[in-house]
């Protein structure tokens, strides 16, 4: 696993590291950056806005569940597609926007809504919420939008999964259930490389926060984790959330690394 402290891009006389920003500041420098064309790096959080078409999509599950989830699809398919699962704070409008920017990129994305509709109010309800879910379902959901964008006739086929905090264990059990070509985690919860499956079959990334119980410790050696099909593991000096804009542990610099890392992950994974 490679341990890194991504270097902090500086705009004019300030740091890109916005943690210490208003939402409203951080949404006014991204327009802002926009508006002269600046692509500096490049999050989501930092790429050009031009909005995709969302479509608000409806499916049963296998197991007889009602599952809605926002669709962005293309100008120009068929493509390769991503299955983004949400954290405690829901299907927020910083994971619709890693949905849009995927569709700029040439995926198609699908944010399954976990909490059915529910807003969160705050971080501890949404940790009550997420605690709650009732397992066998969310994993019922989480497999049958994997099928559904498989088979989905904009799509190639090929369909890899992007997940944040606790979201990331259920997509990561979905996406080895389903043999999906490729799953990238954002600071998982899981404290110990134990709660991972022993035998991954399908090539994973992983972007940790700076916890000292991150999810995968540094030890044993990395190539311990390469070996179970854990391929690419990074950590940042950053909290968790860091890839979030609207949280105030949100970090640029090592929002834009980790992003750079995924895209070019999936487009080894999915685009050959």
């Given at each position: 696993?490679?341990?890194?402290?991504?270097?902090?891009?500086?705009?004019?006389?300030?740091?890109?590291?916005?943690?210490?920003?208003s939402?409203?500041?951080?949404?006014?420098?991204r327009?802002?950056?926009?508006?002269?064309?600046?692509?500096?790096?490049?999050?989501?959080?930092?790429?050009?806005?031009?909005?995709?078409?969302?479509?608000?999509?409806?499916?049963?599950?296998d197991?007889?569940h009602?599952?809605?989830?926002?669709?962005?699809?293309?100008?120009?398919?068929?493509?390769?597609?991503?299955?983004?699962?949400?954290?405690?704070?829901?299907?927020?409008?910083?994971?619709?926007?890693?949905?849009?920017?995927?569709?700029?990129?040439?995926?198609l994305?699908?944010?399954?809504?976990?909490?059915?509709g529910?807003?969160?109010?705050?971080?501890?309800?949404?940790?009550?919420?997420?605690?709650?879910?009732?397992?066998?379902?969310?994993?019922?959901?989480?497999?049958?939008?994997?099928?559904?964008?498989?088979?989905?006739?904009?799509?190639?086929?090929?369909?890899?999964?992007?997940?944040?905090?606790?979201?990331?264990?259920?997509?990561?059990?979905?996406s080895?259930?389903?043999?999906v070509?490729?799953?990238?985690?954002?600071?998982?919860?899981?404290?110990?490389?134990?709660?991972?499956?022993?035998d991954?079959?399908?090539?994973?990334?992983?972007?940790?926060?700076?916890?000292?119980?991150?999810?995968?410790?540094?030890?044993?050696?990395?190539?311990?984790?390469?070996?179970?099909?854990?391929?690419?593991?990074?950590?940042?000096?950053?909290?968790?959330?860091?890839?979030?804009?609207?949280?105030?542990?949100?970090?640029?610099?090592?929002?834009?690394l980790?992003?750079?890392?995924?895209?070019?992950?999936?487009?080894?994974?999915?685009?050959?």
């Amino acid at each position: 696993m490679e341990v890194e402290r991504p270097l902090k891009l500086k705009i004019g006389n300030c740091h890109s590291h916005t943690s210490g920003f208003s939402l409203s500041r951080r949404r006014a420098l991204r327009l802002a950056l926009a508006a002269v064309g600046g692509f500096i790096v490049a999050g989501p959080a930092f790429s050009h806005p031009r909005s995709r078409k969302f479509q608000h999509v409806q499916i049963t599950t296998d197991g007889g569940h009602r599952s809605r989830a926002v669709f962005s699809d293309l100008d120009n398919p068929p493509a390769p597609a991503v299955m983004l699962v949400h954290d405690h704070w829901g299907a927020s409008a910083s994971v619709r926007w890693v949905a849009s920017e995927l569709g700029r990129q040439g995926f198609l994305a699908v944010v399954p809504d976990l909490f059915d509709g529910r807003v969160v109010e705050n971080e501890s309800q949404g940790r009550r919420w997420l605690a709650d879910l009732d397992a066998n379902r969310s994993l019922d959901v989480l497999t049958s939008w994997t099928r559904w964008l498989k088979a989905h006739f904009y799509s190639t086929g090929r369909v890899a999964t992007l997940a944040w905090g606790g979201g990331c264990d259920w997509s990561l059990q979905a996406s080895i259930r389903e043999n999906v070509a490729a799953a990238v985690v954002y600071y998982p919860e899981q404290k110990s490389a134990r709660d991972f499956p022993a035998d991954a079959s399908v090539p994973i990334m992983g972007h940790l926060d700076e916890r000292t119980d991150a999810a995968i410790p540094t030890t044993p050696a990395p190539a311990t984790y390469a070996a179970k099909g854990y391929e690419h593991w990074y950590q940042y000096s950053a909290k968790a959330g860091f890839a979030d804009f609207i949280r105030p542990s949100f970090d640029a610099s090592a929002d834009a690394l980790a992003w750079k890392r995924t895209l070019a992950f999936l487009n080894q994974r999915l685009k050959r």
